[in-house]
């Protein structure tokens, strides 16, 4: 779990920076835009709301991570992005409908929001392509599920999805490069 004082707006800056590449690059980029801010924190919104393009770019950012840092900061000033203690309050869909409101953050973003952050107990998250791994190393499948067979199949584990998200990373895991390169995606299934 990531420090205890980190607010949503920290965890989300950091989520941004660590998409679409390694975590030792995005380690290292992030490192550069938290020495922007004060201390060992990141940039406030404020703060993020000053810096200039140029000044983030040096630091290693995309255009793309910039302007979705840029969104976030403007929209963790708006009230949109909500504080820890509003976060804590607020249930799965609610926190899921306002953050996908921020450029860059999509339900997968939220949803590791949800389960490593705010520790949330049912979250399944169907988009995770190690969870639908996991899923057909588990139970012996030839491909993976869809999304939507996914869902359907964790009905059954409500209301502990989280912890069932977490056996499936872990059956992932424990098949090594054969679960992440031999098990096929499902085919579209025929309508009828």
Known sequence: MLEDEQSPYEALLR????????????????????????????????????????????????KAKI????????????????????ARRMSDDELV???VSVRGIGAWTVEMFLIFRLGRPDVLPIHDLGVRKGWAVAYGKKHMPTPKELLAFGERWRPYRTVASWYMWRACEQAGTAATTEIPPAKARPRR
Not at 32 to 54: C, F, I, N, Q, Y
Not at 72 to 82: D, F, I, N
């Open 67 to 86: 302007l979705a840092m840029k969104d976030l900061a403007s929209k963790a000033l708006s009230g949109v992005v909500p504080t820890l203690a509003q």
């Open 15 to 62: 989520a941004i920076a660590f998409q679409s590449i390694s975590g030792k690059a995005a380690t290292t980029i992030f490192a550069r835009v938290k020495a922007l801010g004060d201390g060992d924190r990141a940039p406030t919104p404020e703060k993020m709301l000053e810096l200039r393009t140029p000044t983030l770019r040096k630091a290693g950012l995309s």
């Open 97 to 99: 409908e306002r953050l």
